[in-house]
């Protein structure tokens, strides 16, 4: 059975989003990436999973080590998706600023 994630679930995860974070900035082993938590390796190792089959995160083979990397490319279909709803806040957002210096400058 191909059991596809949802991307949106994965990273509703707090531990998973701190992988992210983690591995942003350089590729780890999943031993390295463990060591950073307070779960148990196996549990860490179910996240990695997930991440892996959501395409957050690629898997690189080097020597007798698997590093996991960010993938880029999937991080940056998030992001376009998010986009809209950003606008949308920002833009209630500088509203309301606007009316709150209104109301104080007639206040």
């Not at 992988?19 to 990695?48: E, N, W, Y």
Request: glycine residues 2%; aromatic residues 8%; proline residues 5%.
């Amino acid at each position: 059975m191909d059991l596809r994630r949802d991307v949106f679930q994965a990273i509703a995860d707090p531990t998973r989003r701190a992988i992210l974070l983690l591995v942003a900035t350089q590729s780890m082993t999943a031993g390295t990436i463990a060591s950073h938590f307070d779960t148990k390796r196996p549990t860490v190792s179910k996240h990695l999973q997930i991440l892996t089959e959501c395409e957050l995160l690629a898997k690189e083979p080097n020597g007798r080590e698997i590093y996991y990397h960010l993938n880029p490319n999937k991080m940056k279909e998030i992001a376009n998706f998010i986009e809209p709803f950003q606008k949308l806040w920002d833009d209630r957002f500088n509203k309301l600023e606007s009316v709150m210096k209104n109301y104080k400058a007639k206040g």
